[in-house]
Nanobody, 125 residues
Framework: QVQLVESGGGPVQAGGSLRLSCAAS????????????MGWFRQAPGKEREGVAN???????TYADSVKGRFTISLDNAKYSLSLQMNSLHADDTGMYYC???????????????WGQGTQVTVSS
């Protein structure tokens, strides 16, 4: 199995920044291999979970329109470590942020097999 643990969430004022991190552990190489995909999702109260950003081991990234130009996803391939730099935060960025991973070489928003427990981001206006 693969365990994912997120960190870095917390309260922040609108316009501020946060950096989220996700560390993978367990039988990582067995389940994810060398070419894999990781991503960030979020869920606000009363809303469905939505994709925020994803990245594959070739460095190809996809962002939700709502975060383009403000958020940057990065991946340390060798360490299976994922980050999300969030700048110019808005109140509607508030939510639980989840890290996800999958053994696919190319990312899509669906089909992630492994999920973390989430880290809460609260943006006050």
């Amino acid at each position: 199995q693969v365990q994912l643990v997120e960190s870095g969430g917390g309260p922040v004022q609108a316009g501020g920044s946060l950096r989220l991190s996700c560390a993978a552990s367990g039988s990582i190489y067995w389940h994810l291999g060398r070419n894999y995909c990781m991503g960030w999702f979020r869920q606000a109260p009363g809303k469905e979970r939505e994709g925020v950003a994803n990245i594959d081991t070739d460095g190809r990234t996809t962002y939700a329109d709502s975060v383009k130009g403000r958020f940057t996803i990065s991946l340390d391939n060798a360490k299976y470590s994922l980050s999300l730099q969030m700048n110019s935060l808005h109140a509607d960025d508030t939510g639980m942020y989840y890290c996800a991973a999958d053994s696919r070489a190319s990312c899509t928003w669906g089909g992630f097999d492994y999920w973390g427990q989430g880290t809460q981001v609260t943006v006050s206006s």
